[in-house]
């Protein structure tokens, strides 16, 4: 998507579910996710977050005191993204900002 599109006013969902790949260190993990993003308009950028489905090799990842991780969603580029703490049903918290990955 171009910027002359964003002007336009035709932007792609804000709102993505489905499969998605996690880069941790130099393994790729297939996760199941939902996030979603608004721009924020005073910082001139999107911020976007989400979860995970329950996934235990992640799960167990992060409560080791895994934070940083890169997102890929189709074709996407490689995506900066923080993980936060598992929640009581096994999945962990994404977020990130700037562009988000499901807009390419």
């Known amino acids: 998507m171009d910027s002359d599109e964003y002007l336009l006013g035709r932007l792609p969902a804000e709102e993505y579910r489905g499969p998605a790949t996690l880069r941790v260190g130099d393994q790729d993990l297939a996760v199941s996710i939902r996030v979603s993003a608004h721009f924020e308009p005073v910082e001139g ?20 005191g895994l934070r940083e991780a890169e997102l ?6 490689r995506t900066p993204v923080r993980l936060s703490e598992p929640d009581p049903w096994g999945g962990v918290r994404l977020s990130g900002s700037g562009t988000p990955p499901w807009f390419h």
Request: glycine letters at 12%.
């Open 72 to 77: 890929t969603i189709g074709k996407s580029p």
């Open 45 to 64: 950028r999107f911020r976007w977050a989400g979860r995970t489905t329950p996934h235990d090799d992640l799960r167990e990842r992060v409560g080791d």
